[in-house]
């Protein structure tokens, strides 16, 4: 438990240190600036449309995921790239307990960062309607989400050093555009598995975000199910390769 505790901690440090919190926590900033402009003349109930309309999306469809690229992709890429990670191998640690470490600190890190951003987003509109309705479901949406792509990119950054650029092509070909297009292709979605999350919160929204959850039903505990799977599997593969590179010599 103790060297569990050890590489979240050094982990959480290395994937938002030096100037990559500054271009994150700038970046969290957008679905707050997106409501305080699409809401200047809305009336409450309005107001409460067009956050679902617009600072929602952003925040799951497009914040979330770099934020969790850019963070999950460091937790085994920079090791890898820096030649550390072997410092790491050689201690009698399990492989599953390092790959699992290397995620919640990756997870933690992005939901503190997209989740203060959907805080933000929420006060913004608690200002424009009155209420604070949409603060805990957005913020268990990010949290929801932030596992299943922190795991995904976890794994992207220690096979590959050019992780980033095809988590963007990822992320702008296929989950802002062929799933998009293809309703019934928002089950291989990640980006849905938020909004399901809030969905099943905040039922009244389910008509303002019939398009983005495309084929996909509403609920909680579906996405939570699906987030802990995903987070799951990766942990279990990553240990795999981990144990390769052991037997390997690298």
């Known amino acids: 438990m ?11 440090r290395q994937v938002v240190g030096g100037k990559r919190w500054i271009v994150l926590g700038l970046l969290a900033m957008l679905p707050a600036v997106v409501m305080w402009f699409s809401s200047l003349d809305a009336s409450a109930l309005e107001a409460v449309k067009r956050y679902e309309d617009a600072p929602l ?17 460091g937790a085994l890429g920079d090791e890898r790239r820096d030649g550390t990670l ?5 201690r009698p640690i399990r492989r599953s307990t390092i790959t699992a470490a290397k995620l919640t600190a990756s997870w933690l ?6 989740g203060t951003a959907g805080a933000l987003a929420a006060a913004v509109l608690a200002t424009r309607a009155g209420t604070w309705s949409a603060l805990f479901p957005t913020v268990v949406a990010v ?3 932030a596992a299943g792509y922190t795991a995904a990119f976890m794994l992207l950054g220690h096979l590959t050093s050019r ?12 989950e802002s555009g062929i799933s ?25 929204s389910a008509s303002n975000l019939r398009e983005p959850l495309g ?12 987030a802990i799977g995903i987070a799951a599997v990766c942990v279990l593969f990553g240990a795999f390769l981990l144990k390769r590179k052991d037997a390997a010599g690298e």
Request: charged letters at 5%; hydrophobic letters at 65%; a positive charge.
């Open 163 to 174: 992780a980033v650029l095809i988590g963007l092509v990822y992320l702008f070909v296929w």
């Open 143 to 145: 949290a929801v989400t």
């Open 57 to 73: 999306p952003t925040l799951l469809l497009l914040v979330l995921p770099v934020v969790a690229l850019v963070i999950g992709s």
């Open 86 to 90: 072997s410092f790491l191998l050689i």
């Open 215 to 226: 084929s996909l039903a509403p609920g909680v505990g579906g996405a939570a199910a699906k």
């Open 109 to 114: 890190s992005a939901t503190l960062i997209a």
């Open 2 to 12: 103790r060297a569990f505790a050890s590489i979240v901690r050094v982990t959480m």
């Open 180 to 204: 998009f297009a293809a309703p019934s292709l928002a089950n291989v979605s990640l980006s849905r598995i938020g909004l399901t999350a809030y969905v099943g919160m905040v039922p009244e």
